[in-house]
C-alpha cells in the first residue's frame, strides 16, 4: 500500500495505479486546523502519455482518451468537508484494465471552515458572531464512517459506511443568516439507506457581511 499527501492550499494530484498491486490509496489533507478540502475535479484514467509514464511499456499509455465516468462525483462524497481523506483507488473505481496506465488525476482546495456534526433526530446550529453570515461549503446527510454517532446504536445500523446524500438544503437555507437551525432527518433529506444510522455533516464558514 502506498499513501501519498498533498499539504498544499489548492493542489493538483496525479497517482499513479500500478497494475501488480492488488489495491492500492491515496490520501489528502488540508494543511492547516480548521480547513476542510473541497474537491474541484477528478479523473481515473490517462489523458496524455507523460503522466505516470516511468516503467511503463508504450503500449498502456498511448489510450489518451481513458475516463471514468462520475470520477469527481466519487472523489468528491469521499473527501468534501474532510480535514483528511483516504480513498482505495481500486475500491471507487475497480479492477485495473492490463492494456492501461491509468491514474487519478484530482484537483482540490483547502477551506477555513468550521465544521458541524449533527446525529439523526436532533437539530443542527449555526452560528456567526455578529456581523458575520453564514457560506456552506458543503453538507452530506448520511453516513462516511463507523465511528461518528455511533453510541448505543446496534452493529448493523452503522456499518453501511457509503451512505452518501450531498446536499443544497442546508445552503439553501441558512446561506446569509447569522444563525440557522434544521433538523438533521429524513422527513427533511430523505433516506438515502433505509435502516442506517445517519447524521448530518456540514462545512460552513462565517464571512462578514457586506451591506
Given at each position: 500500500v502506498w499513501k501519498f499527501m498533498m499539504t498544499n492550499h489548492t493542489a493538483n494530484l496525479a497517482i499513479c495505479a500500478r497494475i501488480k498491486v492488488a489495491w492500492l490509496q491515496?490520501?489528502?489533507?488540508?494543511?492547516?486546523e480548521g480547513q476542510v478540502i473541497v474537491v474541484y475535479r477528478a479523473d481515473y484514467g490517462r489523458r496524455d502519455i507523460?503522466?505516470?509514464?516511468?516503467?511503463?511499456?508504450?503500449?498502456?499509455?498511448?489510450?489518451?482518451?481513458?475516463?471514468?465516468?462520475?470520477?469527481?462525483?466519487?472523489?468528491?462524497?469521499?473527501?468534501?468537508?474532510?480535514?483528511?481523506?483516504?480513498?482505495?483507488?481500486?475500491?471507487?473505481?475497480?479492477?485495473?484494465?492490463?492494456?492501461?496506465?491509468?491514474y487519478l488525476d484530482t484537483t482540490y482546495a483547502c477551506f477555513p471552515a468550521i465544521h458541524s456534526v449533527t446525529c439523526e433526530g436532533s437539530v443542527a446550529n449555526l452560528q456567526c458572531d455578529e456581523g458575520q453570515v453564514?457560506?456552506?461549503?458543503?453538507?452530506?446527510?448520511?453516513?462516511?464512517?463507523?465511528?461518528?454517532?455511533?453510541?448505543h446504536r446496534p452493529k448493523h445500523e452503522i456499518q453501511n459506511v457509503q451512505c452518501l446524500n450531498p446536499t443544497t438544503?442546508?445552503?439553501?437555507?441558512?446561506?446569509?443568516?447569522?444563525?440557522?437551525?434544521?433538523?438533521?432527518?429524513?422527513?427533511?433529506?430523505?433516506?438515502?439507506?433505509?435502516?442506517?444510522?445517519?447524521?448530518?455533516?456540514?462545512?460552513?464558514?462565517?464571512?462578514?457581511?457586506?451591506l
Open positions: 491515496f490520501m489528502i489533507s488540508s494543511s492547516d507523460t503522466t505516470c509514464s516511468d516503467g511503463r511499456p508504450d503500449s498502456q499509455l498511448q489510450n489518451v482518451q481513458c475516463s471514468s465516468p462520475n470520477s469527481t462525483e466519487y472523489v468528491a462524497n469521499s473527501c468534501d468537508g474532510k480535514k483528511m481523506c483516504d480513498i482505495d483507488i481500486v475500491g471507487l473505481f475497480g479492477t485495473h484494465d492490463p492494456n492501461i496506465c491509468k453564514i457560506v456552506v461549503y458543503w453538507a452530506d446527510f448520511g453516513r462516511r464512517d463507523t465511528t461518528t454517532c455511533s453510541d438544503k442546508v445552503a439553501d437555507s441558512c446561506n446569509g443568516k447569522s444563525s440557522c437551525a434544521i433538523e438533521a432527518s429524513c422527513s427533511v433529506f430523505g433516506d438515502p439507506c433505509v435502516g442506517t444510522y445517519k447524521y448530518l455533516e456540514v462545512a460552513y464558514d462565517c464571512q462578514c457581511k457586506w
